[in-house]
């Protein structure tokens, strides 16, 4: 283990991370939110799902600093008397967790069909290269809203609204799949016929020890690029659904069902309530696309200029 950190210290990677301001101030931001957001119970004021402390007389109090405001509350409160500052940090642990299961379901199935695709080639390829056609003819979201609105009438609303955070992992994971499964797809075609994968077939590996030992480890760098980009619009797709009212229920406030929850309401006077949780979303996905375009420059060292 100290080997491997000796090594870190010593990288091309570290040392660029070090020379770039924007990706250590995203990066840092991005590790406060991730940190709040694991931590919200020890965080936050109050807790959102406690009916015991939420008072409805409390709805729409404006942030402390406003005439009607109350210090208790420092950002106001929402529609339902909750602490907005406390349900923004729920919210926010809710929206990361779906962003992170739905990158990580939509890496697994890409690289699988990708690595598939790309070494076994012929009809298999044909075939599932199609589908993934298919699939980026239409947009995310319009994807998304199509599984999203089946799920619910497969399951009830009641239901569906008791399973939300699972089902919009599940839902966003196979919206953008096909993106995975083609830049995976890419970098087996050129990798399968090279000298080391020609040495491996001779010794008589397997196909399955060539794909997962050989092949795979030399595509990962654009699989990581790829998932820093894909945790951000994850997020955005989770909050596009829930202002659609597709997503998470008012209930369960994550970022999107929380801009939802607040925007009919934005020109009566409450404007906080749909404000800073938007502004929230806004920095969490400006700071991992930043971080996104850092990581893809430096495993690019053709595009990366120090």
Not at 33 to 48: E, K, M, N, Q, T
Not at 180 to 187: D, E, F, H, L, P
Not at 198 to 223: C, D, W, Y
Request: with cysteine.
């Amino acid at each position: 283990m100290t080997r491997i950190w000796n090594r870190f210290k010593k990288s091309y990677f570290l040392y660029s991370f070090k020379k770039d301001p924007v990706a250590i101030a995203s990066f840092v931001i991005l590790m406060i939110f991730i940190f709040l957001s694991i931590v919200a119970p020890l965080v936050a004021p109050y807790d959102p799902y406690d009916t015991k402390i939420i008072d409805i007389m409390d709805a729409e109090i404006p942030p402390s600093w406003e005439e009607k405001g109350s210090e208790k509350f420092l950002l106001g409160t929402d529609i339902q008397g909750r602490d907005l500052l406390s349900t923004m940090i729920y919210g926010m642990r809710i929206s990361v967790l779906i962003g992170c299961g739905a990158v990580f379901l939509q890496a697994f199935l890409g690289v699988l069909i990708g690595l598939i695709s790309g070494y076994v080639g012929g009809k298999t390829d044909a075939f599932l290269m199609r589908v993934a056609d298919v699939q980026l003819s239409f947009s995310t979201i319009m994807v998304a809203i199509l599984i999203s609105a089946i799920f619910q009438v497969a399951f009830g609303v009641g239901r569906y609204e008791e399973l939300a955070v699972p089902l919009l992992v599940v839902i966003i994971g196979l919206a953008e799949w096909p993106q995975y499964a083609r830049t995976v797809r890419a970098s087996v075609l050129g990798e399968k016929n090279k000298e080391y994968v020609e040495a491996a077939r001779v010794i008589g590996f397997s196909q399955k020890r060539i794909m997962l030992r050989h092949i795979l480890p030399n595509t990962l760098s654009p699989v990581l690029v790829i998932s820093t980009v894909q945790v951000a619009n994850a997020v955005m797709s989770e909050a596009a659904l829930s202002f659609l009212g597709l997503g998470m229920p008012v209930t369960k406030p994550s970022l999107g069902s929380l801009i939802k929850s607040g925007f009919e309401y934005i020109f009566s006077g409450s404007w906080w309530i749909t404000f800073f949780p938007g502004i929230l979303l806004i920095v969490f996905v400006l700071v991992v696309n930043l971080l996104g375009d850092w990581v893809r420059d430096v495993l690019n060292p053709k595009l990366y200029k120090g």
